[in-house]
């Protein structure tokens, strides 16, 4: 997860496909947010501009698909294997474990970026009326409580290494619930090891940037030329419905461990 960080990500604990560019995020309390399930243009809209196209599929440098290492002693590692490995489910004919001090490593395979243009966001705001029947989302506003996605990082795959001991040598197929309909496989290469591998045809996302939404200071309306942008810097968990929150990653998680 280092990568993610060394990009300004704030990563998913667990990997969503609804967290997208313009998609609208909301305060919940200090440094949380949870996804509104609207786009931008649910509550702006202008007579003759649209929101910025979303540029997709945009390849990342390779360092962000490297495998990294995860101490399980560190308690946020240990908690991001569990959170990892809580969506899946096997048929019972076998089983794998993991302790506190083992290894694991997590691999983002092929990730993939989608972003939109700033500057056209910004002019898009600058220009657009609150629609109405959306006059209450101004108290939100007021409080700086509203954000917009502007960009994702994507991957059909991901793989985690365990070093375990395991109960039996045959592979195991594990369905893959609460992300999209698919399956992944447990792979036992050897003894004491394990592969979970999903790979799935829909893109989830792993980790997103923001900004923040506010109204200029003394203009009291919803009309055009009151609403500006400015970098989110004070996400620090996004909370899914899976209750596993993403987690803006820093030197200490302490108080941002995942939810188990």
């Not at 990997?15 to 702006?44: C, F, H, Q, Y």
């Not at 092929?110 to 910004?122: F, G, M, S, Y």
């Amino acid at each position: 997860m280092e990568s993610l960080r060394n990009l300004g990500y704030t990563a998913l604990t667990i990997p969503a496909e609804d967290i997208k560019p313009l998609m609208l995020l909301l305060k919940t309390s200090r440094g949380v947010v949870g996804n509104l399930n609207s786009p931008i243009d649910d509550l702006w809209e202008t007579v003759d501009m649209r929101p910025p196209a979303v540029n997709g599929d945009i390849p990342l440098p390779a360092l962000v698909s490297g495998s990294e290492k995860l101490d399980l002693k560190v308690e946020s590692n240990f908690n991001l294997l569990k959170a990892l490995t809580s969506i899946l489910s096997t048929d019972a004919s076998a089983s794998f474990t993991f302790e506190k001090n083992g290894e694991a490593s997590y691999q983002i395979v092929e990730p993939k970026k989608d972003n939109i243009n700033i500057i056209k966001l910004d002019a898009f705001l600058q220009n657009a009326t609150l629609k109405a029947g959306s006059e209450s989302i101004l108290e939100k506003l007021e409080d700086g409580d509203l954000y917009v996605v502007t960009e994702i990082m994507k991957a059909k795959e991901f793989v985690v290494e365990i070093e375990a001991e395991m109960d039996t040598s045959a592979s195991l197929k594990v369905p893959v619930k609460e992300i999209v309909d698919a399956s992944g496989n447990v792979v036992l290469e050897k003894e004491k090891k394990s592969v979970i591998r999903y790979k799935g045809d829909q893109y989830l996302t792993f980790g997103f940037k923001a900004y923040k939404i506010f109204r200029k200071k003394g203009i009291f309306s919803s009309n055009p030329g009151t609403f500006r942008i400015r970098p989110a810097e004070d996400i620090k968990i996004y909370r899914s419905d899976e209750e596993f929150p993403a987690v803006q990653l820093a030197d200490t998680l302490t108080e941002l461990q995942p939810i188990i």
